[in-house]
């Protein structure tokens, strides 16, 4: 069976991006980033799914500066949107509800719900593994705020659904390969992902940039961070719409490269028909 890691633990919201995104593989949990990345480095798994940002909190921490590094590439993308449910022992009355247990995140898209009801928040490690510690807990006051999957794993009981305060609320993941696929796929156009440095000469970045804008290359993603802890030290991360043998991209990739120092394609995928809903 083909496999794809995820960090976190079962039932958490990756292990639901993989099973939305790649039903017939089996999921493996791991326990930090960089174990999904080793997972598929190693041969022990087939894919990697990695969230990159949220649409209400912004880019996932250190995601960026390890995606160079991992060896991988990007193959596909998944947006998945973020449900927050109200898990608890089974049996129990929502009125009985006293304290909810969640990432600290969690508790703050659920504030509204929460404060309504009266409910005290307990901060955990991740959202999956609160799930697992009220059912073991098992103190009928106590609920978990997770997804549906993760109450389906560890026997809760959802008594309120999607109790998040803003709707739209969706997860980005990209899906990483060590074997790159350039080829032209999906319904909703390509999309390119790549990282540089400029050159150290006035201007530099005003000028890379040029080539995208003079060529009507759409570049949806610019984002900067410091690498090996040096504050003159600046990698960019870039997406852009387009796939490198368009003719249109290819002359901004062109022009990009008298500009920069090092220029690294992480991947060439399809877009997710959501990223346009």
Same mark, same amino acid.
């Given at each position: ?15 639901? !991006? ?14 930090t980033f960089e174990d999904a990345i080793d997972a598929v480095r190693s041969g022990e798994a087939d894919l ?8 209400? +909190?912004?880019?996932?921490? &250190? =995601? ?9 590439? =990007?193959? #596909? ?13 089974? /049996? ?7 304290? !909810? ?6 508790? $703050? ?16 490690? #991740?959202?999956? /593994? ?7 807990? %098992? ?15 560890? $026997? ?8 998040? &305060?803003?709707?739209?609320? *969706?997860?980005?993941f990209l899906i990483m390969s060590a074997t790159p696929d350039h080829s032209r796929r999906g319904t909703s $156009? ?19 940039? $040029? %080539? ?7 570049? *949806?993603?610019?984002?900067? +961070? ?7 030290? *600046? ?6 719409? %387009?796939?490198? #043998? &368009?003719? #249109? ?8 490269? +008298?500009? *920069?120092?090092?220029?690294? =394609?992480? %991947?060439? +995928?399809?877009? &997710? ?5």
């Amino acid at each position: 069976m083909t496999r794809i890691a995820f960090q976190g633990e079962p039932g958490a919201y990756s292990h639901q !991006a993989c099973r939305e995104a790649r039903p017939t593989y089996e999921a493996v949990p791991c326990r930090t980033f960089e174990d999904a990345i080793d997972a598929v480095r190693s041969g022990e798994a087939d894919l990697a799914m990695l969230p990159v940002e949220n649409s209400t +909190y912004g880019r996932v921490a &250190d =995601i960026h500066s390890l995606l160079p590094e991992s060896g991988l590439h =990007i193959v #596909d993308e998944a947006f998945v949107r973020v449900h927050i449910n109200l898990l608890a022992l089974p /049996g129990t009355p929502i009125e009985q509800i006293t304290e !909810a247990m969640s990432h600290t995140v969690l508790l $703050g898209q659920c504030r509204d719900f929460l404060r309504s009801r009266s409910i005290t928040t307990l901060t955990a490690a #991740d959202t999956a /593994g609160s799930a697992r510690q009220v059912a073991a807990d %098992g103190i009928p006051a106590r609920a978990a705020l997770a997804s549906e999957l993760a109450g389906e794993i560890y $026997g809760l009981e959802v008594l309120a659904r999607h109790i998040e &305060d803003h709707d739209r609320n *969706t997860t980005r993941f990209l899906i990483m390969s060590a074997t790159p696929d350039h080829s032209r796929r999906g319904t909703s $156009g390509m999309m390119t992902s790549f990282v540089f440095r400029v050159r150290n000469i006035p201007a530099a970045l005003y000028k890379a940039m $040029g %080539g995208f804008a003079t060529n009507g290359v759409n570049m *949806t993603k610019l984002e900067s +961070y410091m690498i090996n802890g040096s504050f003159t030290a *600046t990698q960019f991360f870039a997406e852009i719409e %387009g796939h490198p #043998d &368009d003719a #249109d991209v290819a002359r901004a990739l062109e022009e990009l490269t +008298y500009f *920069t120092s090092t220029l690294t =394609i992480l %991947g060439t +995928y399809p877009a &997710d028909p959501r990223r346009h809903t």
